[in-house]
T-cell receptor
Framework: DTAVSQTPKYLVTQMGNDKSIKCEQN?????MYWYKQDSKKFLKIMFS???????INETVPNRFSPKSPDKAHLNLHINSLELGDSAVYFC????????????FGQGTRLTVV | GQQLNQSPQSMFIQEGEDVSMNCTSS?????WLWYKQDPGEGPVLLIA?????ELTSNGRLTAQFGITRKDSFLNISASIPSDVGIYFC????????????FGAGTRLAVHP
């Protein structure tokens, strides 16, 4: 069973479109994250949720709206996509309560054309 | 903001050689984590360190949490082709349990 699964794995879309990426974890973790990896492979946190509550928003444009319907799911919706949004987006989860050992999904490669 | 300085940026070695990479920070951290990322995959946790001075091994991997709590190293002994990938150090800032900061990564290539 996949611990952290995100869909889709690849997403190609035109500028201005709206798209969503879904993430689910079956580890029973309290904390979930979205990270962005750029073309130079630098990983930067975007959002952190703990038990469905937003904990961290790292100055991400408000075109990005995460939603956590329950603590096992954290979806990412992106409005009005721009060329600069092209990157690999990773969902991750960790136990929380002081344990930051994060488990990552396989990533979603977003290409905006 | 807090930054991790990871070096070297890349390494190209012969199979069987030992490898060493390290991370430093200007801030004190409570945790040092080392991840490996294979092409097309997400990062996978290799070793977690929680105490200053702690030395931990995982097979051919050995990592240490620096005494000053501002640095860590990862060693790989007797490298093999499947060690190829990007290795990242990561830290949780003191009190920042809901966030990991990553180094820029060390790209490792192993020549058979």
């Amino acid at each position: 069973d996949t611990a952290v699964s995100q869909t889709p794995k690849y997403l190609v879309t035109q500028m201005g479109n709206d798209k969503s990426i879904k993430c689910e974890q079956n580890l029973g973790h309290d904390t979930m994250y979205w990270y962005k990896q750029d073309s130079k492979k630098f990983l930067k946190i975007m959002f952190s949720y703990n038990n469905k509550e937003l904990i961290i928003n790292e100055t991400v444009p408000n075109r990005f709206s995460p939603k956590s319907p329950d603590k096992a799911h954290l979806n990412l919706h992106i409005n009005s996509l721009e060329l600069g949004d092209s990157a690999v987006y990773f969902c991750a989860s960790s136990p929380g309560t002081g344990n930051t050992e994060a488990f990552f999904g396989q990533g979603t490669r977003l290409t905006v054309v | 903001g807090q930054q991790l300085n990871q070096s070297p940026q890349s390494m190209f070695i012969q199979e069987g050689e030992d490898v060493s990479m390290n991370c430093t920070s200007s801030s004190i951290f409570n945790t040092w984590l080392w991840y490996k990322q294979d092409p097309g995959e997400g990062p996978v946790l290799l070793i977690a360190l929680y105490k200053a001075g702690e030395l931990t091994s995982n097979g051919r991997l050995t990592a240490q949490f620096g005494i000053t709590r501002k640095d860590s190293f990862l060693n790989i002994s007797a490298s093999i082709p499947s060690d190829v990938g990007i290795y990242f150090c990561a830290d949780a800032p003191a009190g920042g349990y809901n966030k990991l900061i990553f180094g820029a990564g060390t790209r490792l290539a192993v020549h058979p």
